[in-house]
């Protein structure tokens, strides 16, 4: 059936602002569903009110609405445009949510738009924990015992009729919010409790415990006609027990039979018929009897684009947004192609010859007081992906995309090597159990012990025991008598030069250098969704050791742009819209772009962006071996945050251009001491500061300085690590954690202007000229983080006098670092003087902000400046200035029980939303401002 030509203009409801379970893998999917529906001719009108997204830029859609996601904003839009059709399965569980808030209330039958991509009786069935179980059963799908309860006394009933342990799961909720296990009747009232208060409609599901079983999701696609695929199978490698959210997992799933995986892959087909007649994309998630195949549970079903679509897309290299939105407008899967060999049909069931290994990113360090174990509430805030052409090289490279200073699994000095803690983080899992059985292993544990107290499939650990065996042995030789035949396994299997370097004893330059000489080359190969079957035409490669490259180097002048890796607080989803601008800017300047990420959830990593795509991890070996292959004119490394900026010192030494601002003027914003004697020499104010080494110089320095002061390292992210102490005791604690945590690293002290008010401004510069693309005031005083603080663009009550000193700073600073791109500058005001506190020569997080704020393409402005090709008079800025836009952090504080939930100089927010005021006299507004206003008068 041809696409339903009544369909004219298509609503796409997004997920709102970043929180955990809830991420950027629907900027992914909103943006994709977007492009794919203008193909087809239809207007496309999007709302969300996440500033820091692609999807909600004029490159996207047709209509962009900036708005709170309420029936209000809905019914605005409606009033505005004539909507045929609402597509509400690419914004996660809000866009969800929204949809059936505005059915009930019959937003959509007043105005004639009609549902796609799903209908209410599938939401309704699935999100309503009692009709699903009950859909289940007549399906003959199996379940778990368990009732649904909506009061108090009802969830004692049914708990003490069930018997421990078991599980609660409250409705209509995200990333698992609320839900756990009960292993003992002392802890079900509180844990009831928390449930019922979780679940927006006030109703938990009590069901029969499964902790240790084997955890499974398909992901599938139907057409109008019942044509039902499966895109791919996941296979979690922590059992039941964890949110799927927070468990490593792997595709294809490789522990399972085939009459397993066939029976799954039924059952999987029948419910998703069962639960409604709907074209679009739907997720399902399975259990099994480790001890019985047979013994199948359906856990719960998403009919919408999730989490795992993202993953299973990148996996595969199937668009499953693309696809799922062409379906919703009426196209059958026969009528469509497949985009990765451009000749095929898209009803097709991927096959693929590598391993998809996906590690969860956590940031426990940001919510001091946590309980660090993992359940069923999902607690991380992105991943990395490794690929790889087996189960052990795919582990090693998402490892080593996570930057958490290890350089991949074992192998680099750090293991933990105390049995009793390792038992219980066997036992208890958190977010670094994968590191602990590998040191579990090392120490000599036995196999049965580690697989007794993980539940984890055998086969997994049998691929961990190998790696550390296989360090063992390498341990035992030297640089010289290291085998060429031993290199290639170790390689194979994942190590990076710099384990290998660890084992050995030597340098990692070393060991890339007797790589070479062995012949042992990095080698690119094509994820093609047909395990070469047919001829693909997407570039898009991951890496490994084999003998044929199948990325074709081309004569044209090549741009590498570095991305941001996992998705983590600080440095999340705006650097990603950075990326993906500057990859557009740099194809229309006419270069060949080459895009190096390791993130699945993102815009970034969609295989039509750039001209190529290497999805391998943002670590130096990966990077450096890709340059040499490609040979391009140089590297953009502002765009892509601290993770890119990291590899700007390497870069330089290894004598690869970058491109826009010099390493020399990156590093000098870092180093405190070099870039407040630059200020010094342009006569700037700046406060008092020192730099400490050692502990030992804290009591002299801080006599100098006076307190209180704000303590923070060099070369950290959304200011991690940093603290506002009041005394010298306070302040030695705190500097020996730093030096302890991270090892090597300069400690900054600046006096703390307290009672300031904080500010900043971003510009572009082309090393002669700046031009300020926006100066935004923080509403809360100096000393909350700016990612944490609301913010106003433009300022509303800094004196023209204070504006001024910005703007002249901003230009002199920028001209005087020599910046070629973007930067930032944070300011704290105080007495009509402006204070320069730091300066980023880069994309900063509230670029995206104000672009979409004053509706201006600045990153691809900046981006063309950076590679010479347009200096800013080249450009005719046309800033759309009405009114007030506020920058809203967004907290994810709900799935932590007893964190710490004040606000300092070290960020704590997730995500944001913008906010659009005509006037000063806005409600939030003067809430807000009030209470500033009231601190400072204290």
């Known amino acids: 059936m041809p696409k339903d030509n009544s369909i004219k203009s298509v609503l796409i409801i997004g997920s709102g602002p970043i929180v955990i379970g809830q991420a950027c893998e629907f900027d992914y999917a909103g943006s994709q569903a977007s492009r794919s529906l203008k193909e087809e001719g239809i207007e496309v009108v999007l709302i969300n009110s996440n500033p820091a997204t692609i999807m909600t830029d004029k490159v996207t859609a047709d209509h962009i609405y900036l708005k709170p996601l309420t029936k209000q904003s809905i019914r605005e839009i409606l009033e505005t445009h004539n909507i045929d059709a609402v597509l509400p399965t690419m914004g996660g569980q809000t866009a969800l949510n929204l949809a059936m808030d505005c059915e009930k209330a019959g937003i959509w039958s007043r105005y004639n738009v009609k549902m796609i991509g799903v209908n209410t009786d599938a939401i309704e069935t699935t999100e309503d924990r009692e009709q699903f179980r009950l859909r289940m059963k007549e399906l003959g799908a199996g379940v778990c015992k368990g009732k649904t309860a909506k009061s108090f006394l009802e969830g004692k009933e049914i708990a003490q009729e069930i018997g421990f342990p078991l599980v609660i799961r409250p409705s209509y909720t995200l990333g698992g919010t ?52 499966i895109i791919c199978s996941i296979e979690n490698f922590d059992p039941m027990g964890i949110h799927t959210g927070d468990s490593i997992t792997v595709a294809p799933a490789l522990t399972l039979s085939d009459t397993a995986y066939q029976n799954m892959r039924n059952m999987a087909i029948k419910c998703m018929n069962g ?71 898209a009803f097709f069931e991927p096959t693929i010859d590598y391993v998809i290994v996906k590690v969860p990113r956590w940031n426990f360090d940001k919510f001091k007081g946590s309980d660090r174990h993992l ?17 052990q090289e795919a582990l090693q490279k998402a490892c080593q995309s996570l930057e958490i200073n290890r350089n991949g699994l074992g192998a680099d000095g750090k293991e933990l090597k105390d049995q009793a803690t390792l038992l219980d983080s066997l036992e208890h899992p958190g977010w670094n159990r994968l590191f602990h059985i590998y040191d579990s292993f090392k120490l000599g544990m036995p196999f049965k012990t580690i697989h007794k107290l993980t539940k984890i499939d055998p086969w997994f650990l049998r691929q961990i025991e190998e790696l550390v065996e296989l360090e063992k042995e390498i341990a035992t030789n030297t640089l010289t008598d290291f085998s060429k035949e031993m290199m290639l396994e170790a390689k194979q299997k994942g190590f990076a030069d710099r384990q290998i370097a660890y084992m050995l004893g030597c340098l990692e330059s070393e060991v890339a250098k007797k790589r070479k000489e062995f012949d ?13 079957e047919f ?26 742009v570095l991305g941001s890796g996992p998705n983590r607080i600080g440095q999340g989803i705006e650097f990603d819209y950075c990326c993906v601008h500057g990859v557009l800017a740099a194809k229309e300047a006419g270069y060949e772009t080459i895009m190096i990420n390791c993130n699945p959830e993102t815009v970034s990593t969609d295989f039509d962006i750039s001209d190529k795509l290497y999805f391998e991890p943002v670590f130096w070996e990966h990077i450096f071996d890709i340059i040499e292959h490609e040979k391009p004119e140089g590297v953009i490394v502002q765009l892509g945050g601290q993770t890119a900026l990291k590899l700007s010192e390497k870069l330089e030494r290894h004598g690869i251009k970058i491109i826009g601002t010099s390493y020399k003027s990156l590093d000098l914003a870092e180093d405190r001491g070099r870039f407040s004697t630059l200020l010094k020499e342009l006569e700037i104010p700046y406060p008092k500061f020192g730099v400490l080494e050692e502990a030992d110089q804290v009591a002299e320095l801080s006599k100098e300085l006076g307190f209180p002061l704000l303590v923070r390292p060099s070369y950290v992210l959304g200011g991690q690590s940093m603290k506002i102490v009041i005394n010298e005791d306070e302040l030695e604690q705190h500097v020996v954690n730093i030096l302890r945590e991270i090892p090597g690293n300069k400690v900054l002290l600046d006096h703390f202007l307290d009672q300031a008010i904080e500010a900043e401004a971003d510009a572009i510069s082309d090393g002669e000229e700046s031009y300020i693309i926006g100066i935004m005031e923080h509403i809360e005083p100096a000393g909350i983080h700016s990612g944490d603080s609301n913010a106003v663009l433009p300022p509303f009550d800094l004196s023209d006098n204070v504006i001024k000193q910005i703007e002249d700073y901003t230009k002199r600073i920028a001209k005087a670092m020599n910046v070629i791109g973007l930067i930032n500058i944070q300011f704290a005001v105080k007495d009509e003087i402006v204070y320069v506190i730091e300066a980023n020569p880069r994309a900063s997080r509230t670029v995206p902000f104000i672009a979409k704020s004053y509706r201006e393409p600045y990153v691809n402005y900046a981006t063309k400046v950076m590679l010479g090709d347009k200096k800013l008079k080249d450009f005719n800025f046309n800033p759309h200035k009405e009114g007030y836009a506020i920058k809203i952090p967004v907290f994810s504080f709900e799935k932590f029980v007893n964190v710490n939930k004040e606000l300092g100089p070290e960020m704590k927010s997730t995500g944001e939303a913008i906010y659009f005021i005509d006037d000063l006299e806005d409600e939030f507004f003067t809430k807000v401002y009030s209470e500033r206003n009231l601190y400072l008068s204290k």
């Open 520 to 532: 042992i080359n990095r080698v690119f190969k094509l994820v093609d969704s047909c395990a070469a």
């Open 535 to 560: 001829e693909a035409s997407t570039p898009y490669y991951y890496s490994t050791f084999d003998e044929e490259t199948e990325s074709v180097v081309t004569d044209k002048k090549k741009i590498v």
């Open 275 to 345: 639960i409604g007649h709907f074209a679009g994309g739907c997720n399902i998630q399975f259990s099994i009897n480790p001890n019985n195949e047979d013994d199948l549970i359906v856990i719960e079903i998403n009919p919408r684009v999730s989490r795992s679509s993202a993953l299973a897309s990148k996996a595969t290299g199937y668009p499953i947004a693309k696809i799922a939105a062409k379906l919703a407008i009426g196209y059958n899967l026969d009528e469509l192609k497949n985009q990765i060999t451009k000749t095929t049909s």
């Open 375 to 391: 359940g069923l509430t999902m607690k991380s805030v992105g991943e990395a992906m490794g690929i790889g052409r087996n189960f």
């Open 178 to 229: 609320g839900g756990g296990f009960v292993n003992e009747q002392k802890d079900f009232d509180k844990a009831l409790t928390h449930g019922l208060h979780a679940s927006p409609v006030h109703e938990v599901l009590v069901e029969q415990s499964i902790l240790g079983w084997k955890e499974f999701e398909l992901e599938l696609l139907r057409d109008n006609v019942g044509n039902v695929i």
